[in-house]
C-alpha cells in the first residue's frame, strides 16, 4: 500500500499570503494519478486538483498542483477567508490511498 | 447539477447489519461508477467501495471486504451500500461519490468529482 504523508499538519497563515502544502509518498505515484481535495468542518470533500495539476471545473486559479514521483505540492497563491480548511492528497495509481490532511488555519 | 444525497444512517449494534442509499440526479447515473468513502470522528477519509457503471465490477477495501457490499440500481439512479457484521471501528460519516471516467465506453478512474453530504452511522451497544 501506498502511504502518503502530507506536511505540515497545521500551516498558520494570514489572508492574501501563500501556503504551500506537501504530499510525499512512500513509493512512486505516477502524476496522472494523483489528486487533491478541500474539506470545509461539516461539509464534503471538493476536488480541487487531479493529474497532479489540472484544476477541477470551477476551481480559482489560485490553486495549482505540481510534482512527481514521490513529491507532490498544493500552492494556494493568495489566500481567500473561504480558504481556510482542510486539505487532503489521494493517489490512484495503486490501489487508492489519502493522506492524512493538512489544515490551513488562521493566524 | 450534480446531485448526491445519502440516507440510511443510524445507531446500531456491533455485529448487526444497516443498508445506506444514495439518490443520484442530475447527470446520467448509469454512464458512471460510484464509490463509498467513509470518515471516522475527526479523521481523515478512508475509500471504501466502487462498483462500474453497469454494477458487473466492484472493489472493496481490505477492512471492508467480506462484510460490506455495493450495488446500484440504475432505473432508480440508486446507489447501496449494505454493511454487515458492523463493528466499532465501522463509525464513521459514509459519502457517496462520483467517479468522473463517465462517457463513453465508461472506465473507473478512482478519484472522486462529487460528493454527497454523508450519512452519519454509529456502531455502538
Known amino acids: 500500500e501506498i502511504v502518503l504523508t502530507q506536511s505540515p499538519g497545521t500551516l498558520s497563515l494570514s489572508p492574501g499570503e501563500r501556503a504551500t502544502l506537501s504530499c510525499r509518498a512512500s513509493q512512486s505515484v505516477s502524476s496522472t494519478y494523483l489528486a487533491w481535495y478541500q474539506q470545509k468542518p461539516g461539509q464534503a470533500p471538493r476536488l480541487l486538483i487531479y493529474?497532479?495539476?489540472s484544476r477541477a471545473t470551477g476551481i480559482p486559479d489560485r490553486f495549482s498542483g505540481s510534482g512527481s514521483g514521490t513529491d507532490f505540492t498544493l500552492i494556494i497563491t493568495r489566500l481567500e477567508p473561504e480558504d481556510f480548511a482542510v486539505y487532503y492528497c489521494q493517489q490512484y495509481g495503486r490501489s487508492l490511498t489519502f493522506g492524512g490532511g493538512t489544515k490551513v488555519e488562521i493566524k | 447539477q450534480v446531485q448526491l444525497v445519502e440516507s440510511g444512517g443510524g445507531v446500531v449494534q456491533p455485529g448487526k447489519s444497516l443498508r445506506l442509499s444514495c439518490a443520484a440526479s442530475g447527470f446520467t447515473f448509469s454512464a458512471y461508477g460510484m464509490h463509498w468513502v467513509r470518515q471516522a470522528p475527526g479523521k481523515g477519509l478512508e475509500w471504501v467501495a466502487v462498483?462500474?457503471?453497469?454494477?458487473?465490477?466492484?472493489n472493496y477495501a481490505d477492512s471492508v471486504k467480506g462484510r460490506f457490499t455495493i450495488s446500484r440500481d440504475n432505473s432508480k439512479n440508486t446507489l447501496y451500500l449494505q454493511m454487515s457484521s458492523l463493528r466499532a471501528e465501522d463509525t464513521a460519516i459514509y459519502y457517496c461519490?462520483?467517479?468522473?471516467?463517465?462517457?463513453?465506453?465508461?472506465?473507473?478512474?478512482?478519484?472522486?468529482?462529487?460528493w454527497g453530504q454523508g450519512t452519519v452511522v454509529t456502531v455502538s451497544s
Open positions: 462498483i462500474w457503471y453497469d454494477g458487473r465490477n466492484k
Open positions: 461519490a462520483r467517479d468522473p471516467g463517465g462517457g463513453w465506453p465508461p472506465i473507473v478512474l478512482y478519484y472522486f468529482d462529487s
Open positions: 493529474g497532479a495539476s
